[in-house]
């Protein structure tokens, strides 16, 4: 085996997160809310924000629009001069911003991308109409059932994090067992129709898979020497397909979040 070129070899660790305050762009629309300025959730902040500073990162990403870099230096500039009380509720303040200070860090790095799909979006009737034309009669059975499923997952999932600490909560969305589940969401029901050459499913579906893709490539850009720490705070739905790729990239170390939060 030839030896591979020389590279920058940066440690990556992806962090999956529910939306501390959602803003209700997912397909689920959460019903319960966490009280994240309550004195009892922001000691559960505090820690973790000391568990992922044991990973000592250099840079550390959100899940914010990449074009909108600009945008995010300016929320961060405006939290350093002011107080904690000031920012935003949601994960990318509460804990890429908090950290990021901690940390010493003068930017935090914006690397979110639209999708681009090969089809656009078909409506769940021009859906079940194509499965039916394709002779998929027990798919459109079969696959409503494994919806519903994917529904009564999200739903405890959105009640269990009111039950559970931020740390808790995190372990568990970051489980390798649990995360099997956020890309399989993806494989099932509309991933299905056609057949005999018409792949109006899995086109369909592309566009999560160009997302993720776009953002591993803005990930990339970020690395710029052996010694970048990075680590990223987004969405759990998007941790699969990104640690697919930082496991397979040459030029990245993955590290699991778990070696920091604890838990197996």
Known sequence: MPAPPESTHAKLMILGTFHFDDAGLDGYKPK???????SERQREVVDLLKSLARFRPNKIAVEWPV???TALDTEF??????????????????????LARRLGHQRVYAIDAPERRLLSRPSTEELIQRAKSSGQDELIER?????????????????LKTRQTLLEHLRLLNRPDYQRFQLGRYLVAQFEVGGG?????????????NRNLRIFSNLLRLRTQSADRILVIIGAGHVPLLLQMAQSAPEFDSVPALSVLGGK
């Open 32 to 38: 319960y809310k966490i009280d994240l300025m309550s």
């Open 67 to 69: 074009e909108h870099q």
């Open 77 to 98: 500039v405006k939290y350093l001069a002011g107080s904690e009380a000031a920012i935003g509720l949601n994960e990318i303040y509460q804990v890429g911003f908090r």
């Open 143 to 159: 696959g409503t059932k494994w919806l519903q499923w994917f529904d009564e997952l999200d739903a405890w999932e959105d009640e």
């Open 197 to 209: 050459g018409d792949y109006t499913g899995p086109d369909w579906r592309t566009g999560w898979y």
